[in-house]
């Protein structure tokens, strides 16, 4: 799974976290059969042991990054299908400014004129997404900004303004803000 698409960060935790448990599993099970075989933990089996802790801690931490947010609402997905047919939804970003606080963002729709987003978690800040992805967008030169909304309603009564459909004009320019915007999310 890709990140931007619904669900992914469901999947990505669920990856992180199994992966890390597998890298644990390997720990134990060298550890053990050297210790078996040996009857000390002075053995050969020790370091391939020792050496699967960095990919275990990497996944844990890769884990631990993305545990708090979750993916929104299975209806809220149907209610902005039509904009993910069209090339303009991404979904489940977790965007990252250059302090490296993390911030969820449901939803970012983007269209000829900008980026609409919805944020859903109240402890989040909505400014930081605003700042971080705009100051990305400017860096790019690409003359779009993102206003993100808190409320679901306010959301989609300014989705409601938004046609489903990418001009062919404005493709390339919604693709480059789609990279800018998948740049500054884990």
Not at 3 to 13: A, D, E, S, T, V
Not at 104 to 111: H, M, N, R, S
Not at 164 to 185: C, G, K, N, W, Y
Request: with cysteine.
């Amino acid at each position: 799974m890709e990140k931007g698409q619904y669900g992914y960060l469901k999947w990505r935790q669920q990856h992180e976290f199994r992966m890390t448990l597998f890298c644990a599993g390997a720990v134990l099970i060298l550890a053990l059969i050297g210790f078996f075989i040996w009857h000390t933990r002075f053995n050969l089996l020790m370091i391939p042991a020792m050496l699967c802790v960095i990919p275990m801690a990497n996944y844990l931490v890769s884990y631990l990054a993305v545990a708090k947010y979750h993916t929104p609402p299975e209806n809220w997905h149907e209610a902005v299908k039509v904009y993910e047919d069209a090339g303009m939804l991404l979904s489940d970003l977790v965007v990252v400014d250059e302090k490296g606080a993390r911030n969820g963002l449901d939803f970012a729709v983007l269209y000829k004129n900008g980026v609409i987003g919805l944020m859903s978690k109240e402890r989040d800040n909505k400014d930081s997404i605003e700042i971080t992805i705009n100051d990305t967008l400017k860096r790019r030169g690409i003359p779009m900004r993102i206003k993100v909304y808190r409320d679901w309603t306010d959301f989609q009564a300014r989705l409601a303004e938004v046609t489903p459909q990418i001009e062919p004009d404005m493709a390339r320019r919604i693709e480059l803000t789609r990279d800018a915007v998948l740049s500054v999310s884990i």
